[in-house]
């Protein structure tokens, strides 16, 4: 059957998305825990804010291969021909929500974990590259002026679906389009305590020696 086809994918690319690499690396190599560190969070930017800019970095690109891994591996799976078929697009729709999901809520971490954002840019880079790539120069570009990683993540997260749709490597699916739409939104969503702070002013500015919750 073809639930049962996306219920496979699904949790293939949930399991992917929550492996937790930022706590992982953090972990194993500064015998610490980055959930009692600086805001608390475990994804690269806590991991730099918290001294490891190597492990920060690190992270990120991890976090931003599982994204990829996990919507590529629902082309594989249909390759194998183990599965029912069912519409490429659509699989690699419901990977990449489910990676996003796995990051966010990762089943070993009782279910805290990040705000998405590299695991998104993994997931956006296997779905439309180009547009990926164009978000990701708002991001630096963002950041290079304001210095501001929660302004630059949510205003680079944003422009991609414009790009997506500027862009188009294919014509989406309307599970696609919607995936495109809804993914930003996480992200955007989870920020809503960045936002806060950067109408009052009090938003981290990277760089700063004292990090605030961020």
């Known amino acids: 059957m073809f639930v049962v086809t996306y219920l496979v994918i699904a949790l293939v690319a949930y399991l992917l998305g929550s492996i937790p690499f930022g706590y992982v690396l953090v972990r194993l190599f500064r015998k610490e825990d980055i959930r009692e560190t600086g805001s608390g969070n475990i994804g690269a930017t806590n991991v730099i804010r918290s001294g490891a800019k190597g492990l920060g970095a ?42 996003i999901t796995g ?29 990926a790539v164009a978000a990701l120069v708002m991001f ?18 944003a422009s991609f679906p414009v790009f997506a749709f500027l862009t188009p490597h294919f014509p989406y699916s309307g599970l696609m389009i919607a995936v495109i739409l809804i993914v930003p939104a996480i992200i955007i969503a989870k920020h809503h305590q960045n936002i806060h702070r950067l ?6 500015r ?9």
């Open 58 to 99: 690190l992270t990120f690109l991890l976090d931003a291969l599982k994204g990829y891994v996990a919507v590529m591996a629902a082309g594989w799976l249909l390759n194998l021909h183990v599965l029912q078929l069912v519409p490429l697009q659509d699989a690699m729709a419901v990977a990449a929500m489910a990676a």
């Open 103 to 131: 990051h966010i809520f990762p089943v070993w971490l009782s279910f805290r974990g990040g705000k998405g954002v590299a695991t998104a840019f993994g997931v956006f880079v296997a779905v439309a590259w180009l547009a």
């Open 140 to 157: 630096l570009i963002i950041f290079a002026l304001t210095r501001y990683v929660s302004l630059a993540s949510i205003l680079g997260a």
């Open 199 to 204: 109408l009052r002013g009090t938003e981290y």
């Open 206 to 214: 990277f760089g700063k020696t004292k990090a605030s919750e961020a």
